[in-house]
């Protein structure tokens, strides 16, 4: 009688193991396929953030970002820019970018440099927040698009390379290869197009002509 306990004890508990073993992986496997359906190849074995507190809301380039846009003089934006009109103000070294809000907000994400600086500008329509980061990763110029993935009220990124995905609050990498690593937040300013020609006699203006 004891041996046959013994034996039933034996069998369950190998079932139990298999079981365990079998539905850990199915979670992996779910858990790897979580972004395919909308376009995004993210390691998701690498993250600081689980996956299932992330919320998908769109498919990943449905609002398209924008890679160095195409700019006009201020005395050639004059001709189409509202002077009320609100924007973000750059300035590295004696060079000024001017961009209007409503492109930002259009398009989310907008990559840009001055010189050899790059650097990202970010809108969460969540929140209104806005945030400019360098783009620079360890000597490594990262590239960025919209997810259509969002957490805790904030919109995520990924970059180009990795798509790994970066929270917009923090500059933080959460999931992916790059998870960890953090974008440096760029001072910037937020004025209306008149506040800007009021202050710089020359400067750049990000055109309404798309660059993809």
Not at 158 to 186: A, C, F, Q, R
Request: charge should be neutral.
């Amino acid at each position: 009688m004891k041996r046959v306990l013994l034996l039933v004890m034996i069998v369950i508990s190998i079932i139990g193991c298999s079981f365990t073993k079998s539905t850990q992986t199915g979670i992996n496997a779910l858990s790897n396929q979580a972004f395919a359906h909308i376009g995004l190849r993210t390691n998701t074995k690498s993250y600081n953030v689980s996956v299932l507190d992330l919320e998908i809301n769109s498919a990943k380039d449905k609002i398209r970002s924008i890679n160095n846009p195409i700019t006009q003089s201020n005395e050639q934006a004059k001709e189409w820019i509202n002077p009320d009109t609100k924007g973000i103000l750059i300035k590295v070294n004696h060079e000024v970018k001017f961009y209007p809000l409503f492109l930002l907000k259009k398009h989310q994400t907008i990559n840009d440099k001055i010189h050899k600086f790059a650097y990202c500008l970010t809108y969460n329509p969540e929140t209104s927040l806005i945030q400019v980061f360098d783009r620079n990763i360890k000597n490594k110029i990262l590239t960025f698009g919209n997810s259509g993935v969002s957490w805790n009220n904030g919109r995520l990124i990924y970059d180009t390379n990795t798509e790994s995905l970066w929270d917009t609050w923090t500059g933080e990498s959460i999931v992916g290869d790059n998870t960890g690593k953090e974008l440096n937040p760029i001072y910037f300013e937020q004025k209306t197009f008149t506040e800007v020609v009021e202050s710089f006699e020359v400067f750049a203006v990000m055109a309404q002509t798309e660059s993809f």
